[in-house]
Each structure stands twice: as structure tokens, then as C-alpha cells.
């Protein structure tokens, strides 16, 4: 339901011609019948036309169909004090007015835009914002926690995948996860506890993985006999410890698409494991094709992504 502004908090009576202060020049003479100026807290005016205000904005839509809501008879133009700064203002203005697009530098300005954005009901900078917000150039963390607050599942779902990539308890990600609202929280680190429970199942699983079985002796054959000779699966424990405690570190594993299969990213843990060999017949332990088939289903095999709902 949409309010209706207070017009006493919102704007003052229009300033006489000796008031000083400094006209955004990237405004100056853009918006045509120019009778409304807002005003940003740093001192800057943005001179904007009623019609554009009302056309692109609920909030001045409203607050402009109010009786009295700006005198038309005065020799100035009216002047409204805003909340934002000048930088939010003209990239609100620019998008509105159709004169550029804001340099989205960094996710905290993004966010300043929209919160200003839903503040004045504007619906044109929210999806200009959104198209432009890129997934590889900021924290996914960070544009997780602004696609959620503001209802965006697919950005959402999105950046949540990318997480799996990252340590999430290191100290650096504290930082960022401690700003997400408690729910979005709660999702992501769910996740994060649902994939390493899963994948630790998986590598538990004898029938799949039979380095798990008691059998401790080579099966091969030399002379019409078994080798016999006692097998060390040393580096399929290290290798499953690693995966448990590190995740983000087997994840290209998941992702394999080039020719044999090998992970986009080195780990030395299953390098160590396809390299194994008996230490009397020298026979590989452990088939290059099938481990990493076996491997690479075990790592897409949990959720890669948040529950939406």
C-alpha cells in the first residue's frame, strides 16, 4: 500500500535568487520545464520537470497530485531537501531522464540507488540496476545478500552457487555474511552443511568407491599368481579428509567439461591418488576414467543452490 508523502517533511518554500547553491552540471538545462528542484544533503540541486518526476516515480506521482503540494506562482523554482547525497541522486536522475547510466562501482552504491530507488518507487533504475549488477565483478556473498533483500531469485540462486568456491568461515567472508539478513543467513550456510554431508556419504560408499573395502593386497597377476603384495591407501584417506574439510577446493570437480575429464583446478590430493601404484608390480591402483567419473558424480550429486521458497 503506498503512503502518502509528508509534504511538511519533504520540502520547503522555494529559495529566493540570493540563495547559493551549486546546480549538478551534468543537470543543467536536461529536463525541459525545470520547476522542481531537489536538493541533495551535500548542497547539490538537480533541476527535474514534474512530468518526469510523476511519469517514473509513485512517491512524487502522489505526492505532486496533493493540493498545494508546490505553488506554481512563485518566482523560483520549488525546492524539495532530499535524504540522498548527490552521487545517488544523479545516478536515480540519469536513469529516469534517459541521460546515462551510473558507474556501479562497488555493491554499497548499487545498494544506496536501490533503497533510494524503492524509497521513491521508481521501478525503471531497479531493473537498470539489476541488468547491470555483474555476477563476476563483486563478492558473491555480497550480491547474494542484495539479490535476496531484494526479492531476486534468479541473482539469487546465482550468486549462492558461486559461494561454494569460497571458504565461507574464513575471516574475510565473516565480514560480509555477518550483513545478511538472519533468513538469508541461515539458507546459504544450510547449504554450504547439506553439500559437505553429501559428499562425505558419497565417499563412504564402498560399492562406488572400493578403496573403502577391507581388501588390502594387490589383485594382480604376475606369473600365474597374485602379487599379493599389501596396498597403502594412504592417499585416498588424505584425499577424502581434504575434500570434508576444504570443499571449495574439489569443486571444479563438479565442473569438469574439458577433453579426459581432468578438474579445471589442480589438486594435489587426487594427483597423488590417480599417481598410486603397488609397490612390488607396479600397477595403478586406481583407474584414471572411472575414479574421476566416480568423483565428479559425487560432487554433483548434492545441491548446488539455495531452496528459493
Known amino acids: 500500500m503506498t503512503s502518502v508523502p509528508n509534504i511538511t517533511e519533504t520540502s520547503t518554500p522555494s529559495l529566493t535568487s540570493t540563495t547559493a547553491y551549486t546546480i549538478h552540471p551534468s543537470f543543467s538545462g536536461v529536463f525541459s520545464?525545470?520547476?522542481?528542484?531537489?536538493?541533495?544533503?551535500?548542497?547539490?540541486?538537480?533541476?527535474?520537470?514534474?512530468?518526469?518526476?510523476?511519469?517514473?516515480?509513485?512517491?512524487?506521482?502522489t505526492m505532486l497530485s496533493l493540493p498545494q503540494a508546490f505553488r506554481a506562482d512563485d518566482v523560483d523554482s520549488e525546492v524539495v531537501p532530499m535524504a540522498e547525497p548527490s552521487e545517488v541522486l544523479?545516478?536515480?536522475?540519469?536513469?529516469?531522464?534517459?541521460?546515462?547510466?551510473p558507474p556501479l562501482h562497488d555493491l554499497a552504491f548499487a545498494e544506496q540507488l536501490l533503497l533510494a530507488a524503492e524509497k521513491y518507487e521508481m521501478?525503471?533504475?531497479?531493473?537498470?540496476?539489476?541488468?547491470l549488477l555483474s555476477p563476476v565483478d563483486f563478492s558473491p556473498i555480497q550480491l547474494y545478500g542484495v539479490a535476496c533483500r531484494m526479492n531476486w531469485e534468479a541473482e539469487a540462486t546465482k550468486a549462492a552457487t558461486r559461494t561454494l568456491a569460497l571458504d565461507i568461515m574464513a575471516p574475510e567472508n565473516m565480514m560480509e555474511l555477518v550483513r545478511l539478513d538472519k533468513p538469508h543467513l541461515m539458507k546459504l550456510l544450510s547449504l554450504h552443511n547439506l553439500r559437505r554431508k553429501a559428499i562425505g556419504e558419497a565417499l563412504e560408499n564402498a560399492s562406488v568407491f572400493t578403496a573403502n573395502s577391507r581388501s588390502t593386497r594387490c589383485r594382480n597377476i604376475l606369473s600365474n599368481q597374485w602379487c599379493d603384495a599389501p596396498i597403502d591407501r594412504t592417499n585416498w584417506w588424505v584425499l577424502k579428509l581434504a575434500w570434508s574439510k576444504?570443499?571449495?577446493?574439489?569443486?571444479?570437480?563438479?565442473?569438469?567439461?574439458?577433453?579426459?575429464?581432468?578438474p579445471t583446478t589442480p589438486i594435489p590430493e587426487l594427483d597423488a591418488l590417480l599417481a598410486d601404484q603397488?609397490?612390488?608390480?607396479?600397477?595403478?591402483?586406481?583407474?584414471?576414467?572411472?575414479?574421476?567419473?566416480?568423483l565428479r558424480?559425487?560432487?554433483?550429486?548434492?545441491?548446488?543452490?539455495?531452496?528459493w521458497s
Open 278 to 294: 603397488c609397490g612390488r608390480c607396479k600397477k595403478s591402483l586406481y583407474s584414471k576414467i572411472a575414479t574421476l567419473d566416480n
Open 246 to 262: 576444504e570443499p571449495w577446493r574439489f569443486l571444479s570437480l563438479g565442473e569438469i567439461g574439458n577433453v579426459g575429464g581432468v
Open 90 to 101: 544523479a545516478g536515480l536522475l540519469s536513469m529516469i531522464g534517459g541521460t546515462g547510466l
Open 33 to 61: 520545464g525545470a520547476t522542481i528542484r531537489l536538493l541533495s544533503v551535500d548542497n547539490i540541486l538537480f533541476p527535474v520537470s514534474p512530468e518526469t518526476l510523476a511519469r517514473t516515480s509513485g512517491w512524487f506521482q
Open 123 to 131: 521501478p525503471m533504475p531497479i531493473a537498470t540496476i539489476r541488468a
Open 297 to 307: 558424480a559425487a560432487a554433483q550429486r548434492p545441491p548446488q543452490t539455495i531452496e
